[in-house]
């Protein structure tokens, strides 16, 4: 027979446990809720990325500071080259030169010592971006392992497991947050990985701009070297003779002066020569351009550069382009040798080649030549090799070192070289 006064108990008895598992839930709910709505400090404070940020912020003033002395001397370098020519001032242009290109050197040094930090910052910031993806991946986990647990429940249970009405929309609302928590932090963990991606380009950039400093500190090593190298030559030939060393430098712009006649006065006469040539006009036709003479290499002189020495007695109608003794020398462009002046006894030695697009091209300094006059060429054709180096042929009378001097000329009008090349 049914024994209400036994059923009670039992029923009181569950009531009991199943409220002190609500309470369980309730509480691992509010907990997960407030881990999962709890924004994460991204890229938390790190005691090493501060230090390097203090170095990088080092670097940065040394670099400034630095940049003032090259402005000096810059400066002195003007001053020198505004003054009367003499073998003083040469000097004194070329000490400064030194002292710029080792401050140059040093500038680099400095640039390549910071990328070197902002580098190292970078793959610190990628690692903590990478531990806060995975903090935050843990905490979603926890929370979802709870609602795994509840989801399953209807509302009717809720309600029915709670003491009381507000009990049971304190823990709905308990369910929504732990929701709308987990929904912000996949939203944090997306954001951390765009973080992640865009600190990993950043990562590659800079080893990039790395590999270029370092390949730009090889050739401020190689400006130096050829400035000490260049003040040398000047010793050299002048003996420390003022009088001697306006002997050469009246000489050498006497033969440039006559060779610039001669091109200008030879341009008209070869296309007036040309002008029928069916062998030129199919070169005009398959023309492709310029090509560098020599290897793409510093250039020691721009055209009309007004740090040029000589500036006050002509404008540099060329580029000087570094390359070693004997550096081969090609045809920038297919063409009709017009001119070959062998430099011989010191004397200043060119190749003149006449190009069907209007332009012709001056390669000066030359030591050897091995075309002739009224030959055609290809464009990369060996036409010779370079000089400059004082006392060989075709150097001309006064040099400061091996290079190429490099003309373009459009109707026997010297043009920046610059613009047609490559």
């Known amino acids: 027979m049914f024994n209400s006064k036994k059923v009670i108990p039992i029923a009181g008895v569950c009531l009991m446990l199943l409220g002190f598992a609500v309470?369980?839930?309730?509480?691992?709910?509010?907990?997960?809720?407030?881990?999962?709505?709890?924004a994460p400090t991204m890229q938390a404070s790190n005691p090493e990325i501060e230090r390097i940020n203090q170095d990088i912020s080092s670097k940065k003033s040394s670099i400034d500071q630095l940049k003032s002395r090259q402005?000096?001397?810059?400066?002195?370098?003007?001053?020198?080259?505004?003054?009367?020519?003499?073998?003083?001032?040469?000097?004194?242009?070329?000490d400064n030169r030194i002292a710029a290109a080792q401050a140059n050197i040093e500038d680099v040094q400095l640039n390549i010592?910071?990328?070197?930090?902002?580098?190292?910052?970078?793959?610190?910031?990628?690692?903590?971006?990478?531990?806060?993806?995975e903090r935050q991946r843990q905490e979603i986990a926890t929370a979802l392992g709870i609602l795994y647990q509840t989801g399953d429940k209807s509302d009717l249970e809720i309600m029915l497991l709670n003491n009381n009405l507000s009990d049971f929309i304190d823990q709905v609302q308990h369910i929504k947050d732990l929701n709308n928590g987990i929904n912000e932090r996949l939203q944090q963990i997306k954001e951390t990985i765009k973080q992640l991606e865009n600190n990993r380009f950043d990562m590659a950039f800079k080893r990039l701009t790395l590999k270029s400093l370092q390949e730009d500190l090889q050739n401020k090593l190689a400006d130096l070297t050829a400035e000490k190298e260049g003040k040398q030559m000047v010793l050299s030939q002048t003996n420390q003779s003022e009088s001697e060393y306006q002997?050469?430098?009246?000489?050498?712009?006497?033969?440039?002066?006559?060779?610039?006649?001669?091109?200008?006065?030879?341009?008209?006469?070869?296309?007036l020569k040309l002008a029928n040539s069916s062998k030129f006009k199919e070169i005009g036709e398959t023309s492709t351009g310029y090509i560098w003479p020599v290897p793409k290499n510093t250039i020691t002189a721009y055209f009309h550069d007004p740090s040029y020495p000589f500036r006050k007695v002509?404008?540099?109608?060329?580029?000087?382009?570094?390359?070693?003794q004997g550096t081969v020398v090609k045809a920038a462009a297919s063409g009709y040798v017009a001119r070959v002046k062998v430099g011989t006894g010191g004397s200043y030695g060119y190749i003149m080649i006449v190009h069907p697009d209007g332009r012709s091209t001056v390669y000066g300094h030359v030591s050897k030549i091995?075309?002739?006059?009224?030959?055609?060429?290809n464009q990369g054709d060996v036409i010779g090799l370079s000089g400059g180096m004082p006392g060989t042929n075709g150097?001309?009378?006064?040099?400061?070192?091996?290079?190429?001097h490099f003309e373009v000329r459009m109707n026997g009008i010297p043009t920046n070289p610059l613009d047609v090349l490559p």
């Open 395 to 404: 150097a001309g009378p006064y040099t400061t070192g091996p290079h190429l």
């Open 247 to 271: 002997r050469l430098l009246g000489l050498a712009l006497q033969q440039e002066r006559q060779a610039d006649a001669d091109v200008s006065k030879l341009e008209a006469q070869v296309r």
């Open 113 to 133: 010592e910071k990328t070197e930090l902002e580098i190292k910052k970078i793959d610190l910031q990628i690692q903590d971006s990478q531990a806060d993806i």
């Open 71 to 94: 402005n000096q001397y810059k400066q002195a370098i003007q001053e020198k080259q505004a003054e009367q020519d003499s073998l003083q001032n040469e000097l004194a242009i070329y």
């Open 23 to 38: 309470w369980r839930v309730y509480d691992a709910l509010g907990q997960a809720a407030d881990l999962a709505t709890t």
């Open 370 to 377: 091995y075309v002739s006059e009224e030959q055609y060429v």
């Open 314 to 324: 002509m404008e540099h109608p060329a580029v000087d382009i570094r390359a070693g």
